[in-house]
Every structure is written in structure tokens, then in C-alpha cells.
């Protein structure tokens, strides 16, 4: 009577479920383990008494796939227990434990394609009741072996996921045939575990270690140097037994600026250098000639945005250090040093981060030691429109520098006499044009002259048969009293 009313809760739950459900059989030993061919189907059984243990077998498919069960114990008097064993009896996962009452558990696991797996069910102790469980599979796109690894380019944006335990996605990206750095952007969408990207070169050397600390909904960031033409592989994976979404993409950076004396960018006096240190490692050299008068200096530099303090360091043509300037220059702040420099000589500055900072900055070599001279007059920077304003400028007369801007109202159009481009007639309207003077802006208006002479016409004669018509009316009343 017991195993009946179990088999009625069951087909109750089918019910409530609205899907068709495999129903447990006897199915007590690994022997008689009942085999489940559509894994789609949520699976119906019932521990009818002590020490109870239901069993199935299934086959996976011949992709690389996590596999998902969610136990639910629908109705046992304990806690109901889930646990998927090889054909070797190695346990390759356990759910523990879905509590008396309701409680539902679930857990995933990678497993072999084409492979025999089984499921033993059961309750602890001497529980007895129903319980429900449900598989479910997801392919892994990704491989988990490096000489596998999926191809990837640079400057796209990349969505995956660990789809289990013990899961990893290997990518390699081919770098191209100029100096650069790759910057790696992480974003960790949904992980139950810190996101992690490692880098290696072709010789297993690494080269970035980035996000171990990465939470969900976190970003991390850092940059590497490659060598043209190389491969690099990149590792992912969730720490924790962590699962989740996540995103990366790799930007690449063409370091435009010589790391050696020998190949220094060539500056001018009182131009304003905006760069970047793009990774570890990096430097940037710039030069600078002298004119024909030995004089003071200012060197101003702003880190712009640099994950770590930036410095600019003035050298001699023989590698003698006059300046450095930036010691306590973090992310949105400014420094400047002074130094005199000897006419008609070439000097070299050498720009860099402290560790393994990368990011913007700004520097300039400028003539005004004590300070900017304004020069007196405005000079116009962008000149007024008929419909845009204009910008006005105040320069330093020493060293070219903006002060101060102000805007310039729009000059509004100067238009021309009206043309005729089209003459009206009796039954048509015309049309004139008029060009502005200034911007070419064309304005049109309809001529109505001619369009009103017949309507005008008409309603004239209207009114004058009325006219006629009251009047001729008028005299036979008159007439007939007279009568």
C-alpha cells in the first residue's frame, strides 16, 4: 500500500511538472541500473524503505560537455543524496545533501565523451520518500589543453564561460609584425570564483599573471610587451571551483615612441608631448636641440591617467642625469623641475613609469621659468560662423602656451537680394532664392503675386451679381407699393 501511494505522489508530480518524466524501476543494484537514453527527462523515484538505493546508467555524447544534476527531495523523511560513479565505481561527483522537506541540491562535472556513467539515489539512514532529479549538458566550446588552444584576435571582444570544476579555456593569439604591447582587458560577468587570465609566451615564459582577486561584476587590467610575429597562449579559469560568464579582449598598442637614446623622437621647444607607457618595461625617449642661447628651462609633466607615478628624466649626450621630475606623480597630477641647458646642444628625455605601470601623460620643455606673459592681444583660434561661435585665445608671448579662452558670438547671415528661379502664373505660385553672403546658405520663399488675380476675379463678379441681384430686387418692391 506504501509503494502505491509513492507511485500516486509521483504521478501527481508529473502532473505538476507538465513534461514527460521517466519513472524509477526496479532498479536496486549497479546490475540492474536502469538506463536513461533522453537525458532531457526529469527522472521520478521513490526510496520505499531502509537503506534503499536506486541506480541508472547513461551514455554522454561524443562532444566535450559538463554535465548538471539537480536533485530535489520532494517528500523522504531525510536528506536524499545524489552520486554519479565511472565504470571503475571512481565517485566523479556528489551532491550532499538536499534536506527533508523540499530542499533541492545541484552540481556539475566534466565528463568523458562516449562514455558509461552511473547514478546511485538514495536518503540517509533510514529515510524513505520521493525525490526528482534532472540532467542537463553543456558543451564545452572551449579546449582545456594548450595544443589545442582556439585561435583569437586582437581588438574583439571575446564572452564565454567555466562551465564546471576543474575547468580552463586555452586561446592563442598570433601577434603581429610590428613592436607593440597587448592590453589585456578581463571582465568577470556572473563567476562564483575570482576570473583569472595567464599568459604565456611559445617558451612557457610568463607574461602577464592578471585577476586572481577578480569577483564577479570586477575588471582587471594589465598590459605585456610582444615580439613581432610570436604566439602567446592565454589560460582561463575561476578559482574555487568557480563557474561563470566572463569576457576579455586583448587592444593592441604600437609603441611609437623608441625605448633607446639611438631612436628618440625629435620635440620642439613649448609643444606640449602626449604619449603613453604602454606595459612593463616600456621607456620613452624624446630629444630636444637647443637654440643659439644657453638658458633656464621649465619641464612640466602630467600623469594623465598611469597606473603608477610617472617620471621624465633629462640626460646629456653622454648619459650625465640633470633632472628628474615626477617622483610623487600619480594618476591626475602635475610636476615641473627647472634647469639650465647650454645653446646649440641636443638633450634627451627619458619617460617612464615606476614598476609595472602603464597609462597617458603629457610633458613640455618650456621657455617660461617664472611663469606664462600674456601677450596682450586675443588671437582667434577658430573663427565664428553664421551658425557655430567662434574661440578666442590669450597666448603666452614667450612660450605660445593658452591662458585663457573665450567664445565669439555667431556672425548670423548676410543674404543677398531676392532671384527669381521660378515665375508665378494664373494658376501656378513662383518661387525666389536669396544666398547668403558668408556660408553659401540658401533661403526660398513662394511669390503668391499672380496666384490671387483669379480668385480676386471671380469673387469681384460674384459680388457684383449680388449686387445687381439686390438692386433689381429693390426696384420691383419699390414698384409694386407704388402700384
Not at 534503499?52 to 527531495?73: H, I, M, P, S, V
Amino acid at each position: 500500500m506504501k509503494k502505491v501511494c509513492s507511485w500516486l505522489i509521483c504521478v501527481a508530480m508529473l502532473l505538476t511538472i507538465g513534461t514527460v518524466a521517466v519513472f524509477a524501476s526496479a532498479n536496486t543494484s549497479k546490475g540492474t541500473a536502469q538506463e536513461l537514453t533522453d537525458l532531457s527527462e526529469p527522472v521520478l523515484g521513490t526510496i520505499s524503505q531502509k537503506n534503499e538505493r536506486d541506480w541508472f546508467k547513461f551514455t554522454t555524447g561524443e562532444e566535450r560537455a559538463y554535465y548538471y544534476f539537480d536533485l530535489q527531495n520532494e517528500s523522504g523523511t531525510n536528506d536524499a543524496y545524489l552520486s554519479v560513479y565511472d565504470v571503475k565505481d571512481t565517485e566523479v561527483l556528489k551532491l550532499s545533501k538536499a534536506v527533508a522537506g523540499g530542499d533541492s541540491i545541484s552540481g556539475g562535472v566534466r565528463l568523458e565523451p562516449s562514455s558509461t556513467y552511473y547514478i546511485k539515489a538514495y536518503m540517509d539512514s533510514d529515510g524513505t520518500g520521493n525525490y526528482t532529479f534532472k540532467i542537463s549538458k553543456k558543451v564545452d566550446e572551449i579546449p582545456d589543453v594548450q595544443e589545442q588552444s582556439t585561435e583569437i584576435k586582437v581588438n574583439k571582444m571575446y564572452y564565454q564561460s567555466i562551465e564546471g570544476i576543474g575547468d580552463k579555456d586555452c586561446y592563442v593569439v598570433n601577434a603581429g609584425d610590428k613592436e607593440a604591447f597587448y592590453h589585456l582587458y578581463m571582465k568577470n560577468e556572473s563567476g562564483t570564483g575570482s576570473a583569472s587570465i595567464h599568459v604565456i609566451n611559445h617558451r612557457d615564459m610568463e607574461m602577464l599573471n592578471l585577476g586572481h582577486f577578480t569577483g564577479a561584476g570586477q575588471v582587471a587590467e594589465g598590459n605585456f610587451r610582444i615580439q613581432p610575429g610570436s604566439q602567446y597562449y592565454l589560460t582561463a579559469k575561476m578559482a574555487d571551483n568557480g563557474v561563470g560568464n566572463y569576457c576579455f579582449k586583448i587592444i593592441e598598442m604600437i609603441d611609437n615612441d623608441s625605448d633607446e637614446k639611438e631612436g628618440a623622437t625629435k620635440i620642439s621647444l613649448n609643444k606640449t608631448v602626449a604619449s603613453s607607457i604602454d606595459g612593463s618595461g616600456d621607456v620613452d625617449f624624446f630629444k630636444l636641440e637647443t637654440g643659439d642661447e644657453s638658458r633656464e628651462y621649465k619641464v612640466n609633466l602630467t600623469n594623465i591617467n598611469g597606473s603608477s607615478n610617472a617620471h621624465v628624466i633629462v640626460y646629456t649626450e653622454r648619459d650625465e642625469k640633470l633632472l628628474d621630475v615626477g617622483n610623487y606623480t600619480s594618476a591626475g597630477k602635475s610636476a615641473s623641475g627647472t634647469l639650465k641647458l647650454q645653446a646649440n646642444t641636443t638633450y634627451y628625455f627619458q619617460v617612464y613609469m615606476n614598476d609595472t605601470g602603464f597609462g597617458d601623460y603629457s610633458f613640455q620643455v618650456t621657455q617660461c621659468v617664472n611663469g606664462h606673459k600674456p601677450s596682450g592681444a586675443w588671437k582667434t583660434a577658430t573663427a565664428p560662423t553664421c551658425v557655430a561661435k567662434g574661440v578666442s585665445q590669450q597666448l603666452c608671448s614667450i612660450c605660445g602656451a593658452v591662458l585663457e579662452t573665450k567664445e565669439i558670438d555667431e556672425t548670423g547671415h548676410l543674404f543677398e537680394d531676392w532671384k527669381v528661379i521660378k515665375k508665378p502664373t494664373l494658376i501656378s505660385l513662383g518661387k525666389k532664392s536669396s544666398t547668403c553672403t558668408r556660408c553659401d546658405e540658401v533661403d526660398y520663399k513662394n511669390d503668391w503675386s499672380m496666384i490671387w488675380i483669379i480668385p480676386t476675379a471671380v469673387l469681384v463678379a460674384v459680388l457684383a451679381v449680388i449686387a445687381v441681384i439686390r438692386y433689381i430686387v429693390a426696384y420691383r418692391n419699390s414698384r409694386r407699393h407704388y402700384w
